[in-house]
T-cell receptor, first 115, second 111 residues
Framework: NAGVTQTPKFRILKIGQSMTLQCTQDMNHNYMYWYRQDPGMGLKLIYYSVGAGITDKGEVPNGYNVSRSTTEDFPLRLELAAPSQTSVYFC??????????????FGQGTRLTVV | GESVGLHLPTLSVQEGDNSIINCAYSNSASDYFIWYKQESGKGPQFIIDIRSNMDKRQGQRVTVLLNKTVKHLSLQIAATQPGDSAVYFCAENNYGQNFVFGPGTRLSVLP
């Protein structure tokens, strides 16, 4: 099925552990985003990518890293998990050309708890 | 800096009434705006979008209005149904670099 797929759906980490949140899309979208959503809050941008090999920081990048080796995949890496990173993480993608945007698609989210 | 905010954090409406959710944005250079619906435990779901060269756009039971003069965006839902209960986010985009989301408005539909 076309769309944005995130794995895992749920994860519990201990402080100091590391993990990678996977995101893949099969719509050939050039722009991809990682957001986090804290309880009762809106989405805040962590990192984004405008195409393979290009990434840039968003509003809250500290504690995270990303890579974009292919158009399809945009993994988010947490190196030293901290309780402040307990959140729900959403990946999104959109196709943008000079004159056109597609609708942005979101994954179903990864609920991460750091204890 | 850029910011998108909402006037009302919660909104309760009677089933069958019309709902209006408002949003203010601060970046006059934003050229694309989206309304999303988020149900509990799910990711944001696209509702409707509008580009900065338009004032109004209609979908099925939803209408988005854009007032660039006062940098205001609204979402109108006609004949609100129980299934419309969710958190609604507006988001602005400036030439594709980023979507800036507001904090969200919770819509509760009363029977």
């Amino acid at each position: 099925n076309a769309g944005v797929t995130q794995t895992p759906k749920f994860r519990i980490l201990k402080i100091g552990q590391s993990m990678t949140l996977q995101c893949t899309q099969d719509m050939n979208h050039n722009y991809m985003y990682w957001y986090r959503q804290d309880p009762g809050m809106g989405l805040k941008l962590i990192y984004y990518s405008v195409g393979a090999g290009i990434t840039d920081k968003g509003e809250v990048p500290n504690g995270y890293n990303v890579s974009r080796s292919t158009t399809e995949d945009f993994p988010l890496r947490l190196e030293l998990a901290a309780p402040s990173q307990t959140s729900v993480y959403f990946c999104a993608s959109i196709l943008r050309t000079d004159r056109h945007y597609t609708e942005a698609f979101f994954g179903q989210g990864t609920r991460l708890t750091v204890v | 800096g850029e910011s998108v905010g909402l006037h009302l954090p919660t909104l309760s409406v009677q089933e069958g009434d019309n709902s209006i959710i408002n949003c203010a944005y601060s970046n006059s250079a934003s050229d694309y705006f989206i309304w999303y619906k988020q149900e509990s435990g799910k990711g944001p779901q696209f509702i409707i979008d509008i580009r900065s060269n338009m004032d109004k756009r209609q979908g099925q039971r939803v209408t988005v209005l854009l007032n660039k003069t006062v940098k205001h965006l609204s979402l109108q839902i006609a004949a609100t149904q129980p299934g419309d209960s969710a958190v609604y986010f507006c988001a602005e985009n400036n030439y594709g670099q980023n979507f800036v989301f507001g904090p969200g408005t919770r819509l509760s539909v009363l029977p």
